[in-house]
């Protein structure tokens, strides 16, 4: 597992993961509350995921592939 953080709030975080496959995510408030997102996975190169949230959101993103 690899932990992202996004300390600015955003509607997208972004990850470039570098593990050549699709991933599963959880997405975390900086409480530690999970959040749901649209979840994104870059299908050609297989690298990055993007979440994409109705309202800004600081806090962290567990990937695991």
């Known amino acids: ?3 992202f953080e996004f300390r ?4 997208e975080w972004v990850v470039d993961h570098n593990l050549h496959k699709i991933v ?3 997405t ?3 409480r530690g509350i999970e959040i749901i997102g649209s979840v994104v996975q870059d299908l050609v190169s297989y690298d990055s995921v ?3 949230f109705n309202q800004e959101f600081s806090g962290f993103m567990v990937v695991r592939g």
């Not at 600015?8 to 509607?11: C, D, E, H, R, Y």
């Open 1 to 3: 597992n690899s932990v």
């Open 8 to 11: 600015t709030p955003s509607k």
């Open 24 to 26: 599963s995510v959880q």
């Open 28 to 30: 975390y408030d900086s």
């Open 50 to 52: 993007t979440v994409r």
